[in-house]
């Protein structure tokens, strides 16, 4: 059973870049497309981006190039990176498992999500 | 840029009761690479329906999701207590490549 977690500040200063792992454990991090989704306080979700164990990476338009996602197979990780952040980044931020195939582009597993403020 | 549209915005029902939720895209979605997703409150979301219509593993047979091009329906055919949560739709493949719906929140009359 693949199981991911999300680690990093849980607070981060306007401005400042805000940067998130997900540690990926029972399972094989080349089964996948490692991807990245926030929920901002009661709204929407929204994709950030994605990245394969190749390096490939696919992200969101509207995040205007402030994204960077890479990926350590070594350590079984994928990480995200976010400059110039403000308060509208404020948002809870899961990593999560997209099978394109099989799945047909669906997220399958999800971390538990983890919430970062920006601050002023 | 594709925009999927969910409605209603809330459904308020009984336990026992069917639910019906729609799902429509701005423009026609790739090859039913149309997903449905459960989020009760403080967790994660929870993949139900894949491919617009595969329930995905462990689901209950409750579950069916159906439609095509741009229309889509999940539909819950028995409400149970812990069905009552918020209910994303999703997209894979237009521009931009991944889009979510702005949910569903059915909930207890």
């Known amino acids: ?120 | 840029e594709i925009v999927l549209t969910q409605s209603p915005g809330t459904l308020s029902l009984s336990p026992g009761e069917r639910a019906t939720l729609s799902c429509r895209a701005s423009q026609s979605v790739s090859s039913s690479y149309l997903a449905w997703y459960q989020q009760r409150p403080g967790q994660a979301p929870r993949l139900l329906i894949y491919g617009a219509s595969s329930r995905a593993t462990g689901i209950p047979d409750r579950f069916s999701g159906s439609g095509s091009g741009t229309d889509f329906t999940l539909t819950i055919s028995r409400l149970e207590p812990e069905d009552f949560a918020v209910y994303y739709c999703q997209q894979y493949g237009s521009s931009p490549l991944l889009t979510f719906g702005g949910g569903t929140k059915v909930e207890i009359k």
């Open chain 1, 1 to 120: 059973q693949v199981l991911l977690q999300e680690s990093g500040p849980g607070l981060v200063k306007a401005s400042e870049t805000l940067s998130l792992s997900c540690t990926v454990s029972g399972g094989f991090i080349r089964s996948y497309y490692w991807s990245w989704i926030r929920q901002p306080p009661g709204k929407e979700l929204e994709w950030i981006g994605y990245i394969y164990y190749s390096g490939s990476t696919n992200y969101n338009p509207s995040l205007k190039g402030r994204v960077t996602i890479s990926v350590d197979t070594s350590k079984n990780q994928f990480s995200l990176r976010l400059s110039s952040v403000t308060a509208a980044d404020t948002a809870v931020y899961y990593c999560a498992a997209l099978t394109i195939t099989a799945y047909k582009g669906a997220f399958d597993i999800w971390g538990q999500g983890t919430m970062v403020t920006v601050s002023s």
